[in-house]
């Protein structure tokens, strides 16, 4: 379920994070789910222990996780990884907003892309 990019410009325990947050998100891992052990998950990924550490310290860090001293990490009860995810969107709008408007579009070019898209995906106003 986790697949590392060693390509990518993102440091491993961010992609790691990145990609727990979104199975949370995605109901694959629901509120209460006891996480892989640090050990376990980082013999599967074949990376150092302290990368996926620093993974789970995040993911507590923004209320997504918590820890259970001597059973691991679950995830928490509440919406902490959808709102992380949809913080994620947002910045990913931002950065598309203003690669348009780098390459020269305007506004309601902007708006019509994004009316596009909205219709593909079948969103309503």
Same mark, same amino acid.
């Given at each position: 379920m986790?697949?590392?990019d060693y390509q990518s410009k993102d440091p491993i325990y961010l992609q790691i994070k990145n990609r727990i947050a979104e199975l949370v998100m995605l109901g694959v891992y629901p509120p209460g789910t006891q996480l892989p052990s640090v050990r376990s998950l980082a $013999?599967?990924?074949g990376i150092n222990p302290n990368t996926i550490q620093k993974?789970?310290?995040?993911?507590?860090?923004?209320g997504i996780t918590c820890s259970?001293? $001597?059973k691991g990490s679950f995830v928490a009860e509440g919406n902490?990884?959808?709102?992380?995810m949809l913080v994620k969107c947002q910045q990913a709008v931002? /950065?598309?907003v203003q690669q348009a408007r780098l390459a020269g579009a305007d506004l309601? /070019?902007?708006l019509a892309w994004v009316q596009e898209e909205c219709n593909e995906e079948g969103l309503q106003p």
């Open positions: 986790i697949t590392l $013999g599967e990924l993974a789970y310290q995040e993911l507590e860090a923004a259970v001293s $001597g902490s990884a959808r709102a992380l931002r /950065t598309a309601p /070019t902007i």
